[in-house]
């Protein structure tokens, strides 16, 4: 089991940044992957990005790529999302989720464990 807290989240304006933080609870984090996904309204959940047990290995939605950074640190049980260039369509709530396994994962579906969500909201 794992429990997860995002934070970072708020209002900013178009071309500016924000980095989300995943604190987990638990012992066994660095065994996660871990990914990001945001929701905006009226519309379905997304993939944002993804990242893999150590961070040696990452995947990003086409939308964000060059613009988003997924990391994380083991040692303090979190995972960073940094998004510079914000746009208007980057507006959602962002939630971050863990699976138990290696590798890195896109899928919703695949991960059992999630967060509550942070807002983000980009200002034109």
């Known amino acids: 089991q794992v429990q997860l807290v995002e934070s970072g989240g708020g209002l900013v304006q178009a071309g500016g940044s924000l980095r989300l933080s995943c604190a987990a609870s638990g012992r066994t984090f660095s065994m996660y992957a871990m990914g990001w996904f945001r929701q905006a309204p009226g519309k379905e959940r997304e993939f944002v990005a993804s990242?893999?047990?150590?961070?040696?290995?990452?995947h990003y939605a086409d939308s964000v790529k060059d613009r988003f950074t997924i990391s994380r640190d083991n040692a303090k049980n979190t995972v960073y999302l940094q998004m510079n260039s914000l746009k208007p369509e980057d507006t959602a709530v962002y939630s971050c989720?863990?699976?138990?396994?290696?590798?890195?994962?896109?899928?919703?579906?695949?991960?059992?464990?999630w967060g509550q969500g942070t807002q983000v909201t980009v200002s034109s």
């Open positions: 989720a863990a699976r138990n396994r290696y590798s890195t994962y896109d899928e919703a579906y695949e991960y059992p464990y």
């Open positions: 990242i893999n047990w150590y961070g040696g290995s990452t």
